[in-house]
C-alpha cells in the first residue's frame, strides 16, 4: 500500500484550544485555509488518523470536521485516494480588491460620513445626557405583566402580527396622547416602532428625494441629520434662539422639503418653541407644500403646569408627522415608541416599515398594551417627572456659583437636561477634560452643530447635562467632584 503523502502547507500556525469545540475550530481553520489560497485545489490531504496525531485530537474530531468540510463542498474523496481540497472558481473567493471596491459604493460612503457615535458603555452616571431614572422603573410590575402574557398567549398573536403594531397599543397610544397631550389622533394613524429613530429613519426613507434640502436645528439632534443625509438630503442648519427654531431664518432657506424640530424641549439647548413661531412653522408648511416632523422625545417632563400640546395639535392641514418614545419614561434598552401619521400616509409607512422588519416583537407590545390599560404606566409618569424635579432641583441648588468663562446656570422648566454656554471651545473643552478626571460626564454643545456651520467655533461652545439618570444623592458627590476638579482651572 502507497503511503499517504504529508500535507504540503505548514500547519504550524493552527493551533486549537481545548474546551471550545474543536472540531467546529479545526473546521474553521481548514476553511479559512481554503479559502485564501494556502491549501489550494488538488491538495491531497493527510489521513485522519495522521492529522488527529499532529494536532494532538481525537481521530472523531477530525471527522466531525472533515464531515462539515465535506457537506458544504469544500473537500472530496476518491476512492481508495484519500480527501482533496475542491477546485473551486476562482471568482467565487472573496479578495481585499474586491472588499475594497464594495467598500466604496455611495450608499456606504454616506453611511461612512453620517453614523452614529459608540454608545456610553456601563450604567448610567451624573451627568449623562438622554437617559431618564432607570431605578425608578417598575420591574416587578413589567415582570409580572410579562408572565401572565407568555403563560398562555393567543394563537392570533403568535403568527404575523401588524406591520403598524398591536392594534391594541396603537389604540392606547391614541387614547393617551388625546387625554395626556391634547393631540387627537385615530388609531389608524398610529405607527408603532423600534424607538424614535426608527420612526425618524423611516420618514426620511419615504419623504425625501435624492438631493432634496432639509432644515435642521442647528444645533440639534444629529441623529437625526444622518438619518435625512444617508438617504440623500442636503442639510440645512437653521439657527435656534430664544424662541426655537428660527423661522424667518427658515423662509430665507429656499425650498426645503421637510423641516425636523423638538419645540417642547429644543435638543439640547432646552428651549421651548414659542407659539408664535410655531403659527409661523405651520404657515410654513403650508405654503410650500413641505413636511413638519415633530420630535416630542421628552414632552412628559413639563415642571410648571400640565405638560405642553404638541405642535401637531395645532396642526389643521395634515403637514406634522409626531414621532414620540417610550424610552424616556421607561428606558432607552426597551426600544418602543411610535410615530402618528397624516391619515393618508399610515399605510404607506406600515408597508415600507415591514420591508425593514415585518413587525415588532409582539411581548413588548402587549405589556406595554397592559401597563398602560391597568394605570400603571399614567403613575409612573407622574413618579418620573416628580423625581426628575427633584434632581432638577438638587443640580440647580449645587451647581456652583461662578465658572469661570461659563455663562449662569439656565432655569429649566422641562426635560432631562440643561444646557449652560460657554465663552470659548477651549474652555469647554478644558472643563469637560477635568470634570473626566473626576468620574463626571459632561457632554460638549459643540458637538451638536452641523460640521459646516458658518456660527464661529467659540460661539458653539457650551456644556449639556443631563440630571435625571441618577440619584439626588450622587448629583451632590459629583458636584462635589466638579469643584474640587475645576479649582485646579
Known amino acids: 500500500m502507497a503511503s499517504i503523502v504529508p500535507l504540503p502547507v505548514d500547519l504550524s500556525g493552527l493551533r486549537l484550544e481545548p474546551g471550545r469545540g474543536l472540531a467546529r475550530q479545526l473546521y474553521q481553520a481548514l476553511r479559512e485555509r481554503i479559502l485564501d489560497g494556502r491549501l489550494p485545489g488538488g491538495t491531497r490531504l493527510p489521513a485522519g488518523r495522521q492529522l488527529a496525531e499532529r494536532l494532538g485530537i481525537s481521530r472523531n474530531t477530525v471527522l466531525r470536521a472533515l464531515d462539515q468540510l465535506y457537506a458544504e463542498g469544500y473537500v472530496a474523496g476518491r476512492i481508495g485516494d484519500g480527501t482533496y481540497v475542491a477546485e473551486l472558481a476562482t471568482a467565487s473567493l472573496p479578495s481585499p480588491a474586491a472588499q475594497t471596491q464594495s467598500a466604496s459604493s455611495p450608499a456606504l460612503q454616506l453611511l461612512d460620513q453620517h453614523h452614529l457615535p459608540a454608545p456610553l458603555d456601563g450604567a448610567p452616571r451624573a451627568f449623562r445626557v438622554g437617559v431618564p431614572a432607570f431605578d425608578l422603573f417598575p420591574f416587578e410590575t413589567w415582570a409580572r405583566l410579562s408572565a401572565r402574557f ?16 398591536d392594534v391594541q397599543l396603537r389604540e392606547l397610544i391614541a387614547a393617551y396622547l388625546r387625554n395626556s397631550r391634547g393631540l387627537h389622533c385615530d388609531p389608524a394613524q398610529v405607527l408603532v416602532t423600534c424607538g424614535a429613530q426608527q420612526a425618524i429613519s423611516l420618514c426620511a426613507q419615504l419623504l425625501i428625494r435624492p438631493g432634496d434640502q432639509v432644515a435642521v436645528e442647528n444645533p440639534g439632534y444629529r441623529a437625526a441629520g444622518h438619518a435625512f443625509a444617508v438617504a440623500g438630503a442636503r442639510l440645512r442648519g437653521i439657527a435656534v434662539d ?17 423641516v425636523y424640530v423638538t419645540p417642547s424641549h429644543q435638543y439640547p439647548t432646552g428651549v421651548t418653541l414659542s407659539l408664535a413661531r410655531r403659527l409661523e412653522l405651520l404657515d410654513w408648511a403650508e405654503r410650500h407644500d413641505g413636511w413638519i416632523i415633530e420630535d416630542d422625545y421628552d414632552g412628559e417632563y413639563r415642571y410648571s403646569g400640565t405638560p405642553l400640546a404638541p405642535l401637531a395639535a395645532l396642526d389643521r392641514q395634515q403637514r406634522v408627522l409626531y414621532v414620540g418614545t417610550f424610552c424616556k419614561i421607561a428606558f432607552p434598552a426597551l426600544r418602543l415608541g411610535y410615530l402618528v401619521l397624516p391619515a393618508g400616509m399610515a399605510e404607506a409607512f406600515a ?7 415585518r413587525h415588532s416583537e409582539i411581548g413588548t407590545q ?7 390599560a391597568a394605570g400603571h404606566f399614567q403613575r409612573h409618569i407622574r413618579r418620573m417627572r416628580s423625581a426628575a424635579r427633584h434632581r432638577r432641583d438638587a443640580l440647580l441648588a449645587g451647581w456652583p456659583r461662578q465658572v469661570p ?12 437636561h440643561l444646557c449652560i454656554r460657554c465663552d470659548s471651545l477651549a474652555r469647554e473643552q478644558a472643563l469637560i477634560a477635568a470634570a473626566a478626571q473626576g468620574g463626571v460626564e ?3 454643545l459643540s458637538g451638536y452643530w452641523l460640521p459646516d456651520s458658518a456660527i464661529p467655533a467659540d460661539r458653539r461652545a457650551g456644556l449639556v447635562l443631563g440630571f435625571a439618570a ?11 467632584a466638579l469643584r474640587s476638579a475645576w479649582t485646579l482651572q
Open 442 to 444: 459632561l457632554t460638549a
Open 470 to 480: 441618577v440619584p439626588e444623592a450622587d448629583i451632590d458627590q459629583a458636584l462635589q
Open 150 to 165: 407568555w403563560r398562555k398567549p393567543s394563537a392570533a398573536r403568535l403568527g404575523y402580527g401588524e406591520p403598524a403594531g
Open 405 to 416: 468663562g461659563c455663562q449662569a446656570i439656565p432655569a429649566v422648566h422641562a426635560g432631562l
Open 351 to 357: 408597508r415600507r416599515r415591514a420591508l425593514d422588519m
Open 366 to 372: 402587549a405589556v406595554m398594551a397592559e401597563f398602560i
Open 242 to 258: 430664544g424662541d426655537g427654531l428660527d423661522t424667518a431664518e427658515l423662509e430665507r432657506a429656499g425650498a426645503c422639503r421637510l
